[in-house]
């Protein structure tokens, strides 16, 4: 059974669900949370308050992307603002509707706080990873410089196809929404790398650390003292997430 299969099956059986870290270490786990909704969804208001309170109880263990879409209201501004790159995630995950929440690229398809909870704790505990991760970040004006390291103790990748993503978030803003919402939490705001990600298996070894350096303009963020950059390597084709990393 692969790990895939065995993580759904193992969810299904205890109904639960879990996720994220704020900074990654050797051999530890940091679990990505990557929520799909937008500002006129009524289920994405119910569900984002669970959500945030697990992910805020459990920092240091987790992080999250908020992507928007399109659907329910084609005027939701964080999406209109990077629409070629939320549609990409939108399309790359194949969501039909919103909210959908992936943990280290898994579906969540019981969208509860003890679900989620739970899945945390089995990526910590029983997804060992044999990749390490870390990011830095600086700022000039309004110019954000992000450059991810990441190394490895694998000397053959056979074919996987793993990619690189680096993406700035904001952390906390305030927005009155059409949905009721005013507050959002770990909103996508750009992409350093394309939406497709960098592929580093050809640049990668045990000898060698894959280094990628990347940048874009924040200004049109509300506070750049809400500026969070997330790294992550994920499985292009099994969407798995290996190894995240987050810096505030």
């Not at 992507?67 to 209109?80: A, I, K």
């Not at 990077?82 to 995630?89: G, L, R, V």
């Amino acid at each position: 059974m692969n790990i895939r299969t065995y993580f759904i099956a193992a969810l299904a059986c205890i109904g639960l669900y879990t996720a994220v870290q704020a900074q990654n270490t050797t051999g530890k786990r940091l679990v990505l949370i990557e929520e799909f909704t937008n500002t006129g969804c009524g289920p994405c208001a119910s569900w984002s308050p669970l959500l945030d309170s697990c992910i805020n109880y459990r920092l240091g263990d987790v992080i999250a992307i908020k992507y928007h879409s399109v659907y329910p209201e084609n005027t939701d501004p964080f999406y209109l603002e990077n629409k070629e790159a939320q549609q990409a995630k939108v399309d790359y995950y194949n969501v039909t509707g919103v909210p959908t929440t992936f943990v280290n690229g898994i579906e969540l398809t019981n969208r509860s706080y003890a679900a989620l909870s739970s899945a945390i704790t089995y990526c910590l505990t029983d997804q060992p990873t044999s990749f390490n991760l870390t990011i830095e970040k600086s700022l000039v004006g309004q110019q954000l410089t992000a450059k991810a390291t990441l190394t490895t103790e694998i000397a053959d990748f056979g074919t996987r196809d793993l990619r690189l993503h680096v993406v700035a978030i904001e952390e906390h803003l305030e927005r009155v929404c059409s949905n009721g919402e005013t507050e959002l939490n770990y909103t996508m705001r750009s992409m350093l790398t394309s939406p497709e990600g960098e592929k580093v298996v050809e640049q990668l070894s045990p000898q060698q650390p894959f280094v990628f350096s990347g940048e874009c303009n924040i200004s049109h963020f509300y506070s750049e003292n809400q500026l969070g950059v997330v790294a992550f390597l994920q499985d292009h084709n099994t969407h798995e997430v290996l190894a995240t990393a987050y810096i505030g």
